[in-house]
């Protein structure tokens, strides 16, 4: 986007008081042998956003962005997003997904 003098900033927020669990989609046939692990993650999901970041919050993030004089190409946007970012710098992929999973209810693979 730059070649075409466009600031690209990305908007990284946490888990946002929304209703987007009501506003999700399933598959049409879902199968059966996701069934419980679908399950856990749609209630972590649920719980999560129920006890997530004000969106007020994030759209005094977007806004900050859009009228940043030189904006930043990443606004985590709350407690748990800014944890997610350092934490994924700083632990191997293998025992991020691990403790990603974790909170997801689905096991250690």
Do not use: H
């Amino acid at each position: 986007m730059k070649q075409f003098g466009i600031r690209v900033s990305v908007i990284e927020p946490g888990f946002t008081r929304t209703n987007i669990g009501q506003n999700s989609q399933v598959a049409g046939r879902p199968l059966d042998a996701y069934a419980s692990e679908r399950n856990r993650v749609l209630e972590a999901i649920r719980e999560n956003t129920a006890n997530g970041e004000n969106p007020v919050t994030v759209a005094s993030v977007v806004l900050e962005a859009l009228t940043a004089r030189s904006p930043r190409p990443r606004y985590p946007v709350g407690r748990e997003a800014k944890l997610l970012n350092r934490f994924r710098k700083l632990i191997p992929s293998k025992l991020f997904d691990k403790n990603l999973r974790k909170q997801f209810g689905l096991g250690v693979a």
